[in-house]
């Protein structure tokens, strides 16, 4: 038989999170089919032109496939679900194989919502090799360890659990070639991905394992040996050890710094809080680590505790201190919203301690998810909170609360997240333009915020760039229009003097226009967004209204402050809001007074830099 892995759409370049990483465990299995010698095809969605459908029905009938395997984790049902139904379309007798966390966390549920012939528990290197020997020689695979199947009455039957593999040295590399990671690699300015072990010891209320429960490492050699590979064959200039936990000793770590110094590389990984120390980072920043995430999750203990995180915030306090010290990033760490025991008070804190470090390092926001197979999810299906596992996961794992705040609180305390995003981060000091181009690109001029050295970077006026400082590496925010000078009354030339007037896009630079163009605050101004998720939400103090608020209204002027889709959204408003007659967006005009930001007419027909 031939055997399609599939690699879905925006799983590997699109992330549900702040962080992309690439989906290595397909990519692991398609290594093991392909040295047990199976006929194997892979594809990675994100690369080739074309929708799901019309790339897999090329693929499919090219190579006579028999056999469609994918998968991911729950957050990428919607994803996964549409490999399959693409496949079937295409014919109707093919076998479809789901792996990964969506299968792992709940197996039945996931079967189910997914309609998939065939799904595999656990790890899947050595259960899809057993399976495809089964396939291949067309005998049963009941007796095939980690696997959940339709029998022939259609019904789902578990076979037994399969045991974690043991030694992750026996496993190949990822099958790298097979799903364009070099042009992944490309795609993301050289930073490659490595994972050096499976699993966690800690049982944090909010995580699954979907590689088992067992915490396993592979040896240094071993990675090393990767490491190099990838290097060679893909010219990086960075790793990340994305695995859950890197280490859970000093030894390991100190080990790998001295092995990884040779590779002229820089690297990141994820570690405890309770496991480092001055030394241990310093001999890290040494070595080449330029960030590393900690599981910081709040800043409050009691909430620590209900989540079971081992971890106190005093210990959360000296790691970002020692860190900072050591002129390494921890921009990747979190806090998240929203535990069991989540009230106003337990909120007020996190939130203190967020803007006691929101200069040193950039902590991200955002609410607690109920992924299937953690406590919180059975919690919450216990209580009745989600009470159709399957519509939960067709709904992509939507936020639910499970807190001790009340609805209205829980809604305060989204907005007021989804705001605090956009506000600034680990900010440059004295940020100057030296120069700009008409389309906006500016060379500027700052002042690193922990080193005091100064340095050079091109960003866009409008946007926000993370700049890492020549000097000691640390990264700065550098957002050259915070630093403008907004001439109030010039800014709305182009308005007109009455009506309401739509601002278009709930994003940064909408955050930022409103904190420097104070006549945006009025009730003329009304906001709008296309995100369903932002919908209802209060940032800055204007809700966020669905784009059909402009019909409803009447709405004849509207500003466009989602600058990166602005050809979306105009071709959106000439399509389907005749009444709308007057387009702008944020812009600038070079006088001989500096750069005087002010708005201008969008669109084929307007005339730039017109004013009435």
């Given at each position: 038989m031939n055997y399609l892995l599939v690699m879905p759409k925006k799983l590997s370049t699109g992330a549900n999170t702040t962080s992309i990483i690439f989906p290595l465990g397909i990519a692991y299995v398609s290594a093991a089919l392909k040295q047990a010698g199976f006929a194997v095809f892979t594809a990675n969605l994100d690369f080739p032109e074309g929708d799901t459908f019309s790339v897999l029905q090329r693929m499919m009938l090219d190579n006579d496939i028999h056999v469609v395997c994918t998968g991911g984790l729950s957050l990428d049902c919607h994803k996964i679900k549409d490999v399959i139904d693409s496949a079937r379309r295409i014919n109707q007798q093919i076998i479809t194989v789901v792996g990964g966390g969506i299968i792992s966390s709940d197996p039945e549920t996931a079967m189910n919502v997914l309609g998939a012939d065939i799904g595999v528990i656990g790890e899947g290197e050595v259960t899809l090799c057993e399976l495809a020997s089964a396939l291949d020689s067309g005998e049963t695979y009941a007796n095939v360890p980690g696997l959940i199947y339709r029998g022939s009455d259609r019904k789902l039957v578990t076979t037994p659990a399969r045991m974690e593999i043991a030694d992750l040295d026996s496993i190949p590399f990822p099958d790298y070639d097979g799903f364009n990671y070099g042009q992944w690699v490309t795609y993301f300015g050289g930073a490659g991905v490595l994972l050096s072990d499976r699993s966690c010891p800690f049982r944090c209320t909010f995580c699954f394992h979907p590689t088992g429960e067992k915490y396993r490492?592979?040896?240094?050699?071993?990675?090393?040996?990767?490491?190099?590979?990838?290097?060679?064959?893909?010219?990086?200039t960075s790793i990340g050890l994305t695995s859950e936990l890197?280490?859970?000793?000093?030894?390991?770590?100190?080990d790998f710094c001295a092995g990884i110094r040779g590779y002229n590389l820089a690297w990141s990984c994820c570690l405890r809080v309770t496991d480092v120390d001055a030394e241990l980072l310093q001999q890290m920043k040494e070595a080449g680590c330029n960030l590393v995430?900690?599981?910081?999750e709040s800043g409050d203990d009691s909430i620590l505790k209900s989540m079971r995180k081992g971890i106190t915030v005093d210990q959360i306090e000296r790691a970002l201190d020692l860190s900072y010290a050591a002129g390494i990033s921890t921009e990747a760490s979190n806090f998240i919203f929203g535990d069991i025991a989540e009230n106003a008070e337990t909120v007020a804190n996190t939130m203190k301690l967020w803007w006691k470090y929101n200069n040193k390092t950039h902590i991200n926001l955002s609410l607690i998810q109920t992924y299937p197979g953690t406590h919180l999810y059975e919690h919450a299906c216990w209580n009745g909170i989600i009470?159709?596992?399957?519509?939960?996961?067709?709904?992509?794992?939507?936020?639910?609360?499970?807190?001790?705040?009340?609805?209205?609180?829980?809604?305060?305390?989204?907005?007021?997240?989804?705001?605090?995003?956009?506000h600034p981060h680990v900010p440059a000091e004295s940020v100057r333009i030296l120069d700009i181009s008409e389309d906006g690109q500016c060379t500027t001029e700052f002042v690193c915020r922990k080193c005091r050295t100064s340095n050079r970077a091109v960003v866009w006026f409008w946007f926000t760039e993370i700049c890492h400082c020549a000097a000691c590496g640390i990264k700065n925010e550098v957002a050259p229009f915070r630093g403008a000078t907004v001439n109030q009354s010039r800014f709305f030339d182009?308005?007109?003097?009455d009506g309401a007037v739509v601002l278009w896009g709930a994003g940064g630079i909408y955050y930022k226009l409103m904190q420097q163009?104070?006549?945006?605050?009025?009730e003329r101004f009304q906001l709008v967004d296309a995100n369903p998720e932002q919908q209802g939400l209060v940032i800055c103090k204007k809700i966020v209204h669905p784009p059909e608020l402009i019909a409803s209204s009447g709405i004849t002027t509207v500003i466009i402050t989602a600058l990166s889709r602005q050809h979306e959204i105009h071709a959106t408003l000439v399509e389907r809001f005749p009444s709308v007659n007057m387009i702008l967006i944020p812009s600038f005009r070079l006088t001989?007074?500096?750069?005087?930001?002010?708005?201008?007419?969008f669109g084929p027909d307007a005339v730039p830099g017109a004013t009435p």
């Amino acid at each position: 038989m031939n055997y399609l892995l599939v690699m879905p759409k925006k799983l590997s370049t699109g992330a549900n999170t702040t962080s992309i990483i690439f989906p290595l465990g397909i990519a692991y299995v398609s290594a093991a089919l392909k040295q047990a010698g199976f006929a194997v095809f892979t594809a990675n969605l994100d690369f080739p032109e074309g929708d799901t459908f019309s790339v897999l029905q090329r693929m499919m009938l090219d190579n006579d496939i028999h056999v469609v395997c994918t998968g991911g984790l729950s957050l990428d049902c919607h994803k996964i679900k549409d490999v399959i139904d693409s496949a079937r379309r295409i014919n109707q007798q093919i076998i479809t194989v789901v792996g990964g966390g969506i299968i792992s966390s709940d197996p039945e549920t996931a079967m189910n919502v997914l309609g998939a012939d065939i799904g595999v528990i656990g790890e899947g290197e050595v259960t899809l090799c057993e399976l495809a020997s089964a396939l291949d020689s067309g005998e049963t695979y009941a007796n095939v360890p980690g696997l959940i199947y339709r029998g022939s009455d259609r019904k789902l039957v578990t076979t037994p659990a399969r045991m974690e593999i043991a030694d992750l040295d026996s496993i190949p590399f990822p099958d790298y070639d097979g799903f364009n990671y070099g042009q992944w690699v490309t795609y993301f300015g050289g930073a490659g991905v490595l994972l050096s072990d499976r699993s966690c010891p800690f049982r944090c209320t909010f995580c699954f394992h979907p590689t088992g429960e067992k915490y396993r490492q592979r040896s240094l050699e071993n990675i090393f040996a990767e490491i190099e590979f990838q290097k060679t064959h893909f010219q990086l200039t960075s790793i990340g050890l994305t695995s859950e936990l890197f280490a859970t000793t000093r030894k390991r770590i100190l080990d790998f710094c001295a092995g990884i110094r040779g590779y002229n590389l820089a690297w990141s990984c994820c570690l405890r809080v309770t496991d480092v120390d001055a030394e241990l980072l310093q001999q890290m920043k040494e070595a080449g680590c330029n960030l590393v995430c900690y599981g910081l999750e709040s800043g409050d203990d009691s909430i620590l505790k209900s989540m079971r995180k081992g971890i106190t915030v005093d210990q959360i306090e000296r790691a970002l201190d020692l860190s900072y010290a050591a002129g390494i990033s921890t921009e990747a760490s979190n806090f998240i919203f929203g535990d069991i025991a989540e009230n106003a008070e337990t909120v007020a804190n996190t939130m203190k301690l967020w803007w006691k470090y929101n200069n040193k390092t950039h902590i991200n926001l955002s609410l607690i998810q109920t992924y299937p197979g953690t406590h919180l999810y059975e919690h919450a299906c216990w209580n009745g909170i989600i009470s159709d596992k399957e519509q939960f996961l067709r709904d992509g794992c939507p936020i639910v609360n499970v807190s001790r705040l009340s609805s209205a609180e829980f809604h305060d305390l989204t907005s007021l997240i989804t705001e605090m995003r956009m506000h600034p981060h680990v900010p440059a000091e004295s940020v100057r333009i030296l120069d700009i181009s008409e389309d906006g690109q500016c060379t500027t001029e700052f002042v690193c915020r922990k080193c005091r050295t100064s340095n050079r970077a091109v960003v866009w006026f409008w946007f926000t760039e993370i700049c890492h400082c020549a000097a000691c590496g640390i990264k700065n925010e550098v957002a050259p229009f915070r630093g403008a000078t907004v001439n109030q009354s010039r800014f709305f030339d182009n308005l007109p003097g009455d009506g309401a007037v739509v601002l278009w896009g709930a994003g940064g630079i909408y955050y930022k226009l409103m904190q420097q163009v104070s006549g945006l605050a009025g009730e003329r101004f009304q906001l709008v967004d296309a995100n369903p998720e932002q919908q209802g939400l209060v940032i800055c103090k204007k809700i966020v209204h669905p784009p059909e608020l402009i019909a409803s209204s009447g709405i004849t002027t509207v500003i466009i402050t989602a600058l990166s889709r602005q050809h979306e959204i105009h071709a959106t408003l000439v399509e389907r809001f005749p009444s709308v007659n007057m387009i702008l967006i944020p812009s600038f005009r070079l006088t001989t007074n500096g750069i005087v930001p002010f708005l201008e007419p969008f669109g084929p027909d307007a005339v730039p830099g017109a004013t009435p």
